[in-house]
Each structure stands twice: as structure tokens, then as C-alpha cells.
């Protein structure tokens, strides 16, 4: 025990100051928002949108669907003329679906509003998740369990995963909904109690990700259920999370 306690001693404070402080430094192949330049940007090529394997680029409108797309660099390398680039922008949630669909020249999206004064009174402080996997890769799971780490400590702001449905305030979902999944995810959706909010992580959850409009899958869980918060990726970077979540709950300030 006293072995534990010196080596953590010595580790000294481990959790980022975010947000409070700034964020942690992103790596070199962090991806965040799409960015078109539409000056280099040739008209009469639809390379990007042919070779989206979503189709979440549009290029004769210059609208990008940032519910659906993948975060892959197949647009980036394929684009002759270079005006797809990916930016260091990680604030990416929002509370409505259509507003990830975002055009070339919107330099800022609608990002997430926080909620309700009345919904904000009863989570504001304390919010408990049933994470559910509904037929997801793991990788949208993973980046959530980071969270949990010491480095991220999501328990500090109040928000925190339970086992059962019955103890928690709302769903945060990532995966397509498969079939299968479908009733299992109902279910438990019915069995947390009123008011309760939901949360859709990553491209599947949102959209279908890659497996969008295949018979075994449901594109997301909205044609489903009623979403509250929007966090796309593929999968969502854990800065993308904590800023989502921080933002529906008002714990950060308005300049950020």
C-alpha cells in the first residue's frame, strides 16, 4: 500500500486542467473538421464525392454531412487539386442532426447548446450513463473508457457510467443499432425513468458509419429514439467527448 502511495506521490498531478486550462495538445494526426478551399476547389470535379465511402460529401453544393463522415483522408488524397484538409478543430457537437451538415464557406458550426434550465437543475451536477454498445467496432467504446482514466478523470465534473438503466439519467449509444440490437436498446431506454436524455457517439450512432444502408443495421439511433447530443467521429477523439458533454451540461464558458 505504502508502495502505491509513494509512486503516486511521485507522479504529481496527472489529470489535464481542461477546462479550466487549456487542452491537451493534439497529435500531428489528429483529425478534426473538413475544411473545403473552394478556390482551388474545381467545379466540374466530383472526385471527393465519388470516392466518399459515405457519401457525405457533396460537391456540386459544397456540403459536407460531419454526421457521416468517417474522418478517412480518401477525399484529402484523391482531391487533384488540394482543398481538402483536415483542421485541429475538435468542437464538433451539436444538438441537432441537420446542423452537421455544413457547407464550404461556414467557417463555424451551431455547436451544442446546453440544456433546459429545468433538465440543467436535475443533470447539471451529476449525470450517471448507461453506455451502450449497439453493434459498434469498439473503437467509439474505447475512446469513452478514456475518459474514465486518471489523465481525463470524468468523474470530476459529475458524470459518470453505470451498470444498470434503472440507475442512470440518460443513454450514451455508439454502434449503428444492429437488428439484433434494436429491442435490446428499446428496453433499456424504457427502463430509465423520466425526464432522461440520450447521446449518439460517433458516425454509427449518428448515421450508419460504414455500414450505412445495409439491411442489418438501422443507420443510428435516431429513427429510433430522440437524441439530445450529437458527437461525430470515427471515432470521436476524447477532447471531442468531454467538450460535447461539458457543453449540453453549461460547464463551460461561453467563449470557449
Given amino acids: 500500500m505504502y508502495k502505491e502511495i509513494l509512486t503516486r506521490v511521485k507522479q504529481g498531478y496527472c489529470t489535464i486542467k481542461f477546462p479550466k486550462g487549456a487542452p491537451p495538445a493534439l497529435p ?16 466540374l470535379c466530383h472526385i471527393c464525392s465519388e470516392i466518399c465511402p459515405v457519401g457525405a460529401i457533396d460537391a456540386k453544393s459544397k456540403r459536407l454531412d460531419l454526421g457521416k463522415c ?22 464538433l457537437s451539436v444538438r441537432n442532426r441537420e446542423d452537421l451538415i455544413v457547407t464550404a464557406e461556414q467557417k463555424e458550426i451551431l455547436l451544442a447548446e446546453e440544456l433546459s434550465k429545468k433538465m440543467k437543475k436535475l443533470f447539471g451536477h451529476s449525470l450517471k450513463l448507461r453506455q451502450i454498445s ?7 467504446e474505447a475512446d469513452v473508457n478514456v475518459l474514465g482514466t ?16 434503472r440507475h442512470a439519467d440518460g443513454i450514451l449509444i455508439t454502434g449503428p443499432v444492429t437488428k439484433n440490437m434494436e429491442i435490446a436498446l428499446k428496453k433499456a431506454w424504457d427502463a430509465i425513468p423520466e425526464p432522461k436524455i440520450l ?19 438501422n443507420n443510428g439511433v435516431e429513427s429510433s429514439l430522440p437524441v439530445d447530443l450529437f458527437i461525430p467521429g470515427c471515432p470521436p477523439h476524447p477532447l471531442t467527448l468531454l467538450d460535447g458533454l461539458l457543453r449540453l451540461l453549461g460547464r463551460l464558458e461561453k467563449n470557449q
Fill in 150 to 165: 486518471i489523465g481525463w478523470d470524468l468523474g470530476r465534473f459529475g458524470i459518470k457510467m453505470v451498470a444498470s438503466p
Fill in 134 to 140: 449497439a453493434g459498434g467496432c469498439n473503437a467509439c
Fill in 70 to 91: 468517417l474522418f478517412c483522408t480518401d477525399c484529402f488524397q484523391a482531391c487533384p487539386e488540394k482543398a481538402i484538409s483536415f483542421s485541429k478543430d475538435y468542437k
Fill in 28 to 43: 500531428d494526426r489528429f483529425r478534426g473538421r473538413l475544411i473545403f478551399d473552394t478556390k482551388k476547389c474545381d467545379p
Fill in 199 to 217: 447521446i449518439a457517439v460517433g458516425s454509427c450512432a449518428i448515421a450508419g458509419g460504414p455500414y450505412i444502408d445495409m439491411e442489418q443495421v
